[in-house]
Every structure is written in C-alpha cells, then in structure tokens.
T-cell receptor, first 113, second 113 residues
Framework: DTEVTQTPKHLVMGMTNKKSLKCEQH?????MYWYKQKAKKPPELMFV???????INESVPSRFSPECPNSSLLNLHLHALQPEDSALYLC????????????FGPGTRLTVL | GESVGLHLPTLSVQEGDNSIINCAYS??????FIWYKQESGKGPQFIID?????DKRQGQRVTVLLNKTVKHLSLQIAATQPGDSAVYFC????????????FGTGTQLKVEL
C-alpha cells in the first residue's frame, strides 16, 4: 500500500482566514514533504520533515506553518494568504530522508480570494 | 512519437505506438532519477526510477534510459494506451542529503485513438 491521503480535496479561503491542510500516511514512512504546484508547472518543494522534525524549509513565507504531530501526520497551517498562493498543495512521504522514492497524495486544491 | 521535453511540452501519439519522452537534467552530481505520471486533478504517481550507476531499467511497458555523458533521461512507453494520457515529469535527486527532488518542466502526452 503506497497511499498518502490529503484533506480537504478543495479549499476556498479569504485572505484573513486561518485554515489547515492535513496529510496522512500509514506506510511507516519517517520522512514527509510539502510541495506547491501551480497550474501547468512542476511541483516545488516547500518543507521536509524527518522523524517528526523539520529538516528543510525552502525559504517559504511564514504565512505557511508546517507541523508534524506524529510520524503519520503532517499539517500545513495557513494564515493571511495572498491570491498568488492559490495552487495545488501536495504531500509526499518516503521511507526516510535518505530513501529517495517519494509517494504523493492527491493534493489539496487551494483558492485564496 | 518523440519529444524533447523542455522544447516540446506536448507529445501526441497514436494508440498502440511507442512513446518517447525526453528530459535534460541539470546537475551532473545527481545520483537518482524518477519518472512520475500526473493525471488531471491527481497527484504525481511513481512510474519508474533509476540510479546513476545504471544506464537502463525496465518495468512493465516502460523503460528508462540514462545518459550521464549528456545529462539526458528518457522514458519509453511501449504500446501506448489512452490511459497513458497525462503529464510526465522527470525528477532528479541532487544529493547532499534531504532527499530533495527537482522536477523537470513536464511533457503532456496525448494518446489519439
């Protein structure tokens, strides 16, 4: 089973709202990732968590706040977003930070009004 | 049918023909490469991978070729089917720890009946 689940599938929010995206995997993977994907563009890495600790932040604005409550869950908290933050947000996981194959979830389609 | 990836973002092939999707990668130190398939509204799906100590790897109906001399990667799909229609991304792991993947720009494969 190589399933990564993400909720919600779609999210519409205003620029003053606070919302969260959720990602879950039950493959025993110890590395989890957040990517952002704009239309017709490749995914771009945002954050990497390894063993529940943030190991990479690709200079992401502070209005995006990741959290890894346990080895199966990854959240992305959103606050004061801009319309240009509208995108598909993808979560991925891999066995560990040094194992290369990343498995992706279906994504959350975010629209910021 | 054949594409040069970065220069021809759309590849149209007839059902039953073989497809070749090309990708030029940037870092000669990259040691791991992955091909992902992304259907509309879905997350990237792992297809096949290859390490830098190999020049060819075969899967079910797919073959990946790696030419490190010219930093070129290709994905060959045999007997292309309508279900193969999607955007195909190559990704390279540029090493240095952290399992950071850098994706190519993607190629849209369209299968004509």
């Amino acid at each position: 089973d190589t399933e990564v689940t993400q909720t919600p599938k779609h999210l519409v929010m205003g620029m003053t709202n606070k919302k969260s995206l959720k990602c879950e995997q039950h493959m025993g993977h110890r590395a989890m990732y957040w990517y952002k994907q704009k239309a017709k563009k490749p995914p771009e890495l945002m954050f990497v968590y390894s063993y529940e600790k943030l190991s990479i932040n690709e200079s992401v604005p502070s209005r995006f706040s990741p959290e890894c409550p346990n080895s199966s869950l990854l959240n992305l908290h959103l606050h004061a977003l801009q319309p240009e933050d509208s995108a598909l947000y993808l979560c991925a996981s891999s066995q560990d930070r040094n194992t290369d194959t990343q498995y992706f979830g279906p994504g959350t389609r975010l629209t910021v009004l | 049918g054949e594409s040069v990836g970065l220069h021809l973002p759309t590849l149209s092939v007839q059902e039953g023909d073989n497809s070749i999707i090309n990708c030029a990668y940037s870092n000669s130190a990259s040691d791991y490469f992955i091909w992902y398939k992304q259907e509309s509204g879905k997350g990237p799906q792992f297809i096949i991978d290859i390490r830098s100590n190999m020049d060819k790897r075969q899967g079910q109906r797919v073959t990946v070729l790696l030419n490190k001399t010219v930093k070129h990667l290709s994905l060959q799909i045999a007997a292309t089917q309508p279900g193969d229609s999607a955007v195909y991304f190559c990704a390279e792991n540029m090493g240095g720890g952290g399992n950071k993947l850098t994706f190519g720009t993607g190629t849209q494969l369209k299968v004509e009946l």
